[in-house]
């Protein structure tokens, strides 16, 4: 009896195969850091262009692993790896660790608040992973997500002068535990068709600009400004205007 339980047990397994290529999607997740060590690299060197270059092909790592697990049901076949915390883990040196360093060492802050910031940035971003309120149900971040690659882009696109760029690094700080909705590019069902083109507008505006080392000029500003102004408050103004109607 014992042998015939252990047989269909074994017969429910997944196969080899199978595993060797949920296991994969880990490895892949976990190239995202690996590509952030170059980022970090090119960011010590004051290539500022090329670390956000990493960091872009960063962000199309984590953007297709996810639904690369779900198609191979990387949860259920590899139950003793967790995806979630590897994912989290990657994030953070993406997300906020280079950019930190970036923002802090690039000299567009002030000097005395700088290293005060870089340590806000790092210590924010930690408490706000692992929030496990950091995203509502309807899947919108609660808060300044720790975005801290795309305000660190756009405090090289914008150029602002050391006091401006240090009161923006300092709202964004405050922001991440304040409770207002920032629209998730993709899990948000509400207006998808609208928020992927703009993310492919922006995909490709911002290539550009790393192209053109942030030399651009107005419009390509001032439309890469306004796709982040629709991703930070779009869900603040629908709100507003249904509260209104």
């Known amino acids: 009896?014992?042998?015939?339980?252990d047989s269909q047990e074994d017969s429910l397994k997944p196969k080899p195969v199978v595993r060797a290529a949920a296991f994969s999607v880990h490895i892949f997740t976990a190239f995202g850091a690996a590509i952030a060590l170059l980022a970090m690299l090119e960011a010590v060197r004051e290539h500022w262009a090329a670390m956000f270059g990493w960091l872009g092909v960063a962000l199309?790592?984590?953007a297709i692993d996810g639904p690369i697990a779900r198609l191979l049901d990387v949860k259920n076949v590899q139950p003793n790896w967790s995806g979630d915390v590897l994912d989290l883990v990657v994030d953070f040196v993406t997300y906020v660790f280079?950019?930190?360093?970036a923002i802090v060492a690039s000299g567009m802050l002030l000097p005395v608040a700088a290293?005060?910031?870089g340590i806000a940035i790092i210590v924010t971003s930690a408490l706000y992973f692992a929030d496990l309120r950091m995203k509502a149900d309807d899947n919108h971040f609660r808060g300044f997500p720790?975005?801290?690659?795309?305000?660190a882009f756009y405090l090289f696109l914008l150029h602002w002068p050391p006091l401006s760029s240090t009161l923006l690094v300092a709202a964004l700080v405050v922001l991440t535990f304040v409770p207002f909705h920032v629209l998730h590019p993709v899990r948000v069902a509400r207006l998808r068709w609208l928020t992927m083109s703009l993310i492919v507008l922006w995909g490709l505006l911002a290539f550009y600009a790393l192209e053109m080392d942030f030399r651009v000029g107005t419009g390509v500003t001032v439309a890469l400004c306004a796709v982040a102004l629709w991703i930070a408050f779009s869900d603040t103004l629908i709100r507003l205007a249904r509260s209104f109607a």
């Not at 009896?1 to 339980?5: E, F, P």
């Open 146 to 151: 720790a975005l801290w690659n795309a305000a």
């Open 98 to 101: 280079v950019p930190a360093y």
């Open 1 to 5: 009896m014992d042998a015939q339980t």
């Open 60 to 62: 199309i790592i984590d």
């Open 115 to 117: 290293p005060v910031l």
